[in-house]
Each structure stands twice: as C-alpha cells, then as structure tokens.
C-alpha cells in the first residue's frame, strides 16, 4: 500500500467515525483536491504568436519586492533566461524592498526608455502612483505581477498579472476539512498588509462556509516584518488557549518555520497539523519530514514562463491575460521526494510547459 493510500485508509477510518455531514464535508474536499494531485498540464492563455518577430528590439524592466527574497529572485533568473530565447532585453532592478529603491528603478525605466515595467511579487503599485503615471505619460506598460487575485482590482493603471489566490485559499481549507474528516479546528496565520492575502482569506472562508459551516477557524495577523518575532509566541498561545486546535494554516509557506517549533514546543506535533501554499523548497522537506502536511507548490520557472507570455503578449498588441494559467501542485508526504532531496527549486511538477510555451511562442520558426 502506498503512502497516500495508507493516509487515505486512515482519513476514511476517521471519516467513518465522524457525523454524516462531516463524512459529506471531507469526501467533498477530497474530490475537490483531487486535480491538483494530478502532474500538471500546460494551457495557453491565448492563441499562438510569433515572439520572436514581436519583441525584437524590445525592453523589459523587472521591479522585484525585494532582491533578498529567494521566491521572487528565482522568477526573476528564469524570466532572463526566456528573454534569452526569444531573443529581447530583460533587466532585473536589484533593490532590498524600499521605496525609494522602487522609485529610482522606475524612473530609470523611464529614462532608458524601456518598453514595459513589470512590478513582480509585492511591489505595490498604490505607493508609486507619481511614478507610474510618469511611466505612462511616456509610454511604458507597467504590469503587476503575481501580485493579485484574480477579482481584485490594480492601482494607479497598473495592468495586472493575477494568481488565482481564492482557489488556494480554497484549496487549503479543503485539505483540512478531508484531514480531519469534516472536524477542523482552524488556526489561520495570515499576513494583511499583503495585497494577495484578501483572496486568499476569501477563498478559505467561503469553502469552510460552502463545505463545513460546523468546522471552527480563527484568524490570527503576523505582518511580515514581524514573522521571525511573533508567529511562535502566537502559535504557543492559541494552542494553550484552545487545546482543541487540530489544525493550522499559515497562507504562506516560509511562515512554517516558526509554526513547527511553536507545536513542538507545547508537545501537540501529533495532534496539530500544518497545511500551507508556495512550494518553497525547505518547506517540501518539512513535507518529507513530516512536519508539515501538505504544501501547495508553484512551479517558479513555470511563473516566469507564464508572466513572460503575459507581459509580451501586451508589447505585441494581443488580447490581455486575465489568467496566466500558472498551476498548483499538491506536495503531500506521498510525493513530497519528486521535488528531490534536498528539495530543489521548480522540480516535481514535470515539464509540459517548456515545450507548450515554446510552440505557443513559435520558437521553432
């Protein structure tokens, strides 16, 4: 029997046990997880075009939140690497996410005359209003990327490159709903100066709501600057307070580091269980660990691929992405090794996507 078996044996055990609306709730959110422990599949996010002959001679300027953060410097180094092959500029404004440093990169767009600014990962359009709009004035696009959700709106005229943040939201609360069958007590750790976490609060509470009105959550806030000081001391607190707590939810997977030791700490590691969203490497092996449940991965080269496609199809005069079609993949004890070990950026989701971008982009021409 394999491992997802031997989990699935065990869910079903506990299911069994549990009152027919609970039963109802986690067979529900296991057919719901299902597709995203499939290998994911490439779908184009529009029709085929020749990049190439499009972006010859063409810029693109790339304004990560911060150079330091390991995700969105990743994107940043695959993004170079597709500009390469398809054969236009691509420029990474190194900065350790301070305003100022925004700024000066905008303005060095402007000055240079690129053909587009990409704000990737958190950098905030609504605090570079002035600059933007000088942007604009001269003709530059300048998009927001893996910034959104899907239904939120972009500041400033900023063109959005949206992640579908509700359905991971959603996606989480399903696997705690299944893990437990249909009895989750909830602890969310959520970060709300962050543009996507709305969504994504959205998206849990509404499949908690849809699926499992009689499942408990509660929301604790970390700002981000705070993480390292304050996610353990929340964690130990809410444990003690509710000894009922079997669940926890920190929406964004490098938060996991101070969650682990936080249960570990009050002695619940066998009782408490962590399920979150990125797909950070050191993460996954808290997956193969066993520390954390599950962890939905983004395949990081697969973002730029899909941004890149995006932001060129706006050069080109085609029809604006409204989904980029970036998958999610579910790491669980049972796959978690795919990824490596040590775990290792974008590997595990397989590699549909280099061949679907490069006949979508007729590279081959």
């Not at 075009?49 to 995700?71: E, H, L, T, V, Y």
């Not at 927001?144 to 709106?153: K, M, P, R, V």
């Not at 996610?231 to 509710?242: A, F, G, H, N, Y």
């Amino acid at each position: 029997m394999s491992k997802f078996s031997t989990f699935i044996a065990a869910a079903l055990l506990a299911a069994a046990a549990a009152p027919a609306g609970a039963q109802d709730a986690a067979a529900q959110a296991r057919e719901r997880l299902a597709p995203y422990r499939q290998l994911p599949v490439f779908e184009a996010a529009g029709a085929a075009f020749d990049a190439r002959q499009c972006m010859a001679g063409k810029k693109i300027i790339s304004i990560p939140n911060s150079s330091a953060n390991p995700f969105v410097k990743n994107i940043n180094n695959a993004m170079k690497g597709v500009a390469e092959r398809v054969g236009f500029t691509f420029m990474e404004w190194q900065n350790q996410g301070q305003l100022t440093q925004w700024v000066q990169g905008v303005d060095y767009a402007v000055d240079h005359r690129f053909d587009l600014i990409d704000l990737l990962g958190g950098t905030d359009p609504r605090v570079l209003g002035p600059q933007i709009k000088r942007a604009r004035d001269a003709g530059i696009r300048v998009a927001a990327s893996h910034y959104s959700g899907f239904e939120d709106s972009v500041a400033n005229g900023a063109e959005a490159v949206p992640i579908d943040y509700r359905k991971a939201g959603r996606l989480l609360a399903d696997w705690a709903i299944m893990d437990t069958g249909g009895k989750a007590n909830v602890l969310v750790l959520v970060s709300s100066e962050v543009m996507s976490t709305g969504a994504m609060l959205t998206g849990i509470e509404a499949e908690f709501k849809e699926l499992c009105p009689d499942c408990r959550t509660q929301v604790q806030n970390v700002p981000v600057t705070e993480w390292s000081t304050k996610i353990q001391p929340t964690v130990q607190s809410e444990l003690l307070r509710d000894p009922s707590i079997n669940y926890i939810i920190p929406i964004y997977d490098s938060m996991s580091q101070f969650v682990v030791p936080a249960i570990t700490l009050v002695g619940r590691q066998d009782k408490v269980r962590v399920a979150t969203f990125n797909g950070t490497p050191f993460v996954i092996g808290l997956v193969q660990q066993g520390s954390v449940a599950m962890d939905i991965g983004e395949n990081l080269d697969w973002i730029a691929h899909a941004v890149m496609d995006a932001e060129m199809r706006m050069l080109c005069g085609l029809d604006a992405v409204k989904d980029p079609k970036i998958p999610f993949y579910i790491f669980d004890r049972d796959n978690a090794e795919t990824a490596g070990k040590p775990p290792k950026l974008s590997t595990g989701y397989g590699d549909a996507y280099v061949e679907g971008y490069r006949k979508l982009w007729k590279l081959d021409q």
